[in-house]
Every structure is written in structure tokens, then in C-alpha cells.
């Protein structure tokens, strides 16, 4: 059977440059893998002749003859038999292909670790978290030790090169055509190992340690939003860069406000007579005292819309407002006269009908027509 042309297995034009011959076999390498395409009869077939395609046009000296002379321009030129390539040159490719799959690249070095991210709670009251401030914060973590400087050795010792690995921090394992590199099993990638452990961190090279952080909190932060402070997590292993602490906003309940995003709400109590004849009521805000003006008439419930009262975002210039709801408040205590007084004026309100209720009216209206109709 005749061999399929090679820019036409990889599936490229003839113009392809070296990274588009990359990709395309690594596209097919990882879809006709025999490892993977278990279900897939004729995958190791396909995986065989994406080989030997990239094996060729991924060398200048192969493609050029290829080029000019077909398959016949490149027969002995280091094909390797039959199988049309070398188990050398298939495990380089292997590798570098799936190098990344199976624990690193083909050309690995020690192992470097980052180090953990940390996250920390910190409780803010509204009028802090509205205004910002910069507060400190201890944080326990896992800090480079000072007695080794993170080598975990002894003071005045040094770590020694692994033998096993030579201090690439990765071992090369053969099976058959295949050779993966994985971490070192004697050093766990670090390409040293220690003789003498520090004292101090018993050779770990981290210590525990709370430190003393300061935290610049931005103004109008709101429940739930984390500050990233990026290198001040844990400290990494074997070199390796620290993580990050995220610092997330929780806000303490407040006496007067609550908060959604932006706005704010409170309940502000009013007598029996400021609602039945209107007046002024002095109101706290975040920016101060103001007078609220409640018309005649108004009723429990009734929600007023104070414009710009509220808070200012993070990300947003605009001013949210504040919305007060008020409270008629229920005379308790009263003396005998005070009793009488409001009795007879209730009498009176009564002998008024509607025109004094006219919502307890309209109410007991529709409840007598409630009961008529369950009785029909």
C-alpha cells in the first residue's frame, strides 16, 4: 500500500512552517495516542504515521529532500527500518509533546514550588469601611527560615547535587518507544538533597510565623470584597515565589444603616401626632444630621428617598441614597386622663367614617364580603 503524503497526514499545506508542523502533529498525537483512543482500532496506526510525517518535515535536511524526491528522497537517511523512523527520534518527540502530561518537560531542572495563597477575614464597622483607613492585621503563615535561609541544611552546611537525578530534579524512565520524565523520587524535584538538617526547620526551610501586615483599605469597600496583597501568602519551596493573601471585607452590623451596594436604610420612629398633623424630624446620616419633612397624613411604612445620602463605591463616582422608612410609634404608659382624651377621640374619628379611615374602612368592607361569599 502506498504511503500517504506527509503534509497531507498532518493534515498542513506545503508552506507550513515549523510551528504549524508542531501543532498539527501535536493535535493528532494527542487524538490517535494508543493510551487515550482506547476504543479506537486503527488510533496506534494513525499515531504511527503522524509520527514518521512530523519525524520528516519537522527536520529541515528530511523536508527539503522529501520535498524534492518524494519517499523515495528520504529512505536511510536515518528512518530507522521498516517503521519508517528511530526510537530515538520517536522518544525526543514523545517527549516533547507530552513531556507536560506526564511531569515536565523534556529539558527539566530542580523543581520550584510556589508557595500557598492565604485568606484572612477582617471585620470593618460601615462608617470605616465607607470612609477607608489602613488597618494592621496579624497573619500566621509559612515563612523562609532564617536559620538556613530556606536551603533546610545546617548553618554552614550546604545541600549536596541528588545522585539519582543529577540534580535535574527529574528521572528519565524507558518503556519501549516511550521515555517520560517525572519527578525525582530520592529529592521530589528539588535536585538537592540535605545530610545535616537546620535545627530550626528540621530541614523543611519554612518556619510558622504571624506577621505583622498593614492593609490600606480602600474607601466605600462593601461586604464581601477581598484586597489582594500579592507575595504576602506563604513563602514557596526550593526558590519558588510566595503566594498571595486575600484580605476579604466582612462588615459588623450597624445600629441605624443597613447596606445594599450603594444605598442605604433605616426605620426612623415618628409619634401618632407628627403623622396625623406632619412636621420635621431630625434624621442621622453619614455626612451629618438633616431634617426630614413628614406631610400630614402619613402613614406607617411610608419610605422617603433622601438623594446622595448614601455611599460612594469603589468603582463608582456616583453617590447612592438613603431611604427612610417610618415607624409610627403606639403611645404606651398612658395615664387615665390621656386614656380618656384618646378615646373620645377615636369616637369621634369613628362617627367621621371613612373621610378620617379610609383605608381601615375600605378594609372592613371587603372582609364582610369575604364572609358573604363563603357563606353563599
Not at 519517499?71 to 513531556?99: K, T
Not at 500566621?140 to 541544611?153: D, H, I, Y
Not at 513563602?235 to 441605624?256: F, Q, T
Not at 387615665?336 to 369613628?350: A, G, I, N, R
Amino acid at each position: 500500500m502506498a504511503k500517504r503524503d506527509y503534509y497531507e497526514v498532518l493534515g498542513v499545506s506545503k508552506t507550513a512552517s515549523a510551528d504549524e508542523i508542531k501543532k498539527a502533529y501535536r493535535r493528532l498525537a494527542m487524538k490517535f495516542h494508543p493510551d487515550r483512543a482506547t476504543d479506537d482500532t486503527s488510533a496506534e496506526g494513525k499515531f504511527k504515521e503522524a509520527k514518521e510525517a512530523y519525524e520528516v518535515l519537522s527536520d529541515g535536511d528530511k523536508r527539503s529532500a522529501y520535498d524534492r524526491f518524494g519517499h523515495d528522497g528520504i529512505r536511510g537517511a536515518g528512518m530507522g527500518g521498516p517503521g519508517g523512523f528511530s526510537a530515538e527520534g520517536f522518544s525526543d518527540i514523545f517527549g516533547d509533546v507530552f513531556g507536560d502530561i506526564f511531569g515536565g518537560s523534556r529539558r527539566g531542572g530542580p523543581q520550584v514550588f510556589r508557595g500557598a495563597d492565604l485568606g484572612y477575614e477582617l471585620r470593618l464597622d460601615l462608617e470605616k469601611a465607607v470612609n477607608g483607613e489602613s488597618v494592621t492585621i496579624d497573619v500566621p503563615s509559612q515563612v523562609t527560615c532564617e536559620s538556613c535561609n530556606g536551603s533546610g541544611a545546617k548553618k554552614g552546611t550546604q545541600p549536596v547535587q541528588c545522585s539519582t537525578c543529577g540534580g535535574a530534579g527529574q528521572v528519565r524512565m524507558q518503556q519501549g518507544f516511550f521515555s517520560i520524565q517525572q519527578t525525582c523520587p530520592a529529592c521530589k524535584g528539588a535536585g538537592t538533597m540535605i545530610s545535616d538538617h537546620c535545627e530550626t526547620c528540621h530541614g523543611r526551610g519554612r518556619t510558622r510565623k504571624t506577621r505583622t501586615l498593614s492593609v490600606k483599605v480602600p474607601p466605600g469597600v462593601d461586604d464581601g470584597d477581598r484586597i489582594r496583597l500579592s507575595g504576602e501568602g506563604e513563602a514557596g519551596r526550593n526558590g519558588g515565589p510566595s503566594g498571595d493573601l486575600y484580605v476579604e471585607i466582612r462588615l459588623n452590623p450597624h445600629k441605624l444603616f443597613k447596606r445594599n451596594g450603594a444605598d442605604l436604610s433605616c426605620e426612623v420612629p415618628i409619634s401618632f401626632a407628627t403623622a396625623t398633623l406632619g412636621g420635621e424630624v431630625e434624621l442621622p446620616t453619614l455626612d451629618g444630621n438633616v431634617s426630614l419633612k413628614v406631610p400630614a397624613g402619613t402613614q406607617s411604612g411610608k419610605i422617603f428617598r433622601l438623594r446622595s445620602k448614601g455611599v460612594t463605591m469603589v468603582r463608582d463616582t456616583r453617590k447612592g441614597d438613603l431611604f427612610a422608612q417610618v415607624a409610627v410609634e403606639t403611645p404606651v404608659n398612658l395615664t387615665s386622663e390621656q386614656k380618656e382624651l384618646l378615646s373620645e377621640f377615636d369616637t369621634q374619628l369613628q362617627a367621621g367614617g371613612d373621610k378620617h379611615s379610609p383605608r381601615a374602612d375600605n378594609w372592613f368592607d371587603t372582609v364582610k364580603r369575604f364572609f358573604e361569599r363563603i357563606g353563599q
